[in-house]
């Protein structure tokens, strides 16, 4: 079974301000974690996703993601927001020998001018 | 060129009717899949076919068939359309599993049901 948790329904950050989107996770095995991101009236876009190796893992748009197997989790980070990176964002879970990925309920990221 | 491609992008219909959404990717991946996107935004996946073996989600009520006439289309047939079944449809496809391959997305079908 495999299961992800995405606490907050929406993030609201300052520009120029550091952001976090949290994202825990529950899995039988390896995990393998992935974030998205939506713009309004658009499909989903790949950020970052975590297989294996470092845990720290650095993807589009200037955003990285932690992965911290004791805590279980995988947060979204990025140094400097943009009011462009103002969208709904998704954590995703996969196992091995899983067809099925299991996307977290989005958390919508709001950055003020 | 469009990665992955739906149509039609907006569907109107009434209770009891029939309808189709088309899929397609041209980016010479083996598995595709089909995603629910309710009004609350939540996503939520109804199927995933990879070549041969279609992976059903047991949530998802046996009135939504996928149907792949090859690797490159995986079309999403409704019969009997219902008032819930208005959401955004997403396909998506990934170069071979779901597990450790990225998806890439479609732009999103929204069903409206009167």
């Known amino acids: 079974a495999q299961s992800v948790a995405q606490p907050e329904d929406q993030v609201n950050v300052a520009e120029g301000n550091p952001l976090t989107v949290k994202c825990t996770y529950s899995v039988s095995g390896n995990p393998y974690l992935f974030w998205y991101v939506q713009y309004p009236n658009r499909g989903l876009q790949f950020l970052l996703k975590?297989?294996?190796?470092?845990?720290l893992v650095k993807g589009s748009y200037g955003f990285e993601a932690e992965f911290n197997k004791s805590q279980t989790s995988f947060h979204l980070k990025k140094p400097s927001a943009l009011v462009s990176d103002s969208a709904l964002y998704f954590c995703a879970v996969g196992r091995s020998g899983s067809y099925i990925p299991t996307f977290g309920r989005g958390t919508s990221l709001i950055v003020h001018p | 060129d469009t990665a992955v491609s739906q149509t039609p992008k907006y569907l109107v219909t009434q209770m009891g009717n029939d309808k189709s959404i088309k899929c397609e990717q041209n980016?010479?991946?083996?598995?595709m899949y089909w995603y629910k996107q309710d009004s609350k935004k939540f996503l939520k996946i109804m199927f995933s076919y990879n070549n041969k073996e279609l992976i059903i989600n047991e949530t998802v009520p046996n009135r939504f068939s996928p149907k792949s006439p090859d690797k490159a289309h995986l079309n999403l047939h409704i019969n009997s359309l219902e008032l819930g079944d208005s959401a955004v449809y997403f396909c998506a496809s990934s170069p071979r599993d779901g597990f450790t391959d990225t998806q890439y997305f479609g732009p999103g079908t929204r069903l409206t049901v009167l």
């Open positions: 980016l010479g991946h083996d598995t």
């Open positions: 975590y297989i294996t190796g470092d845990n």
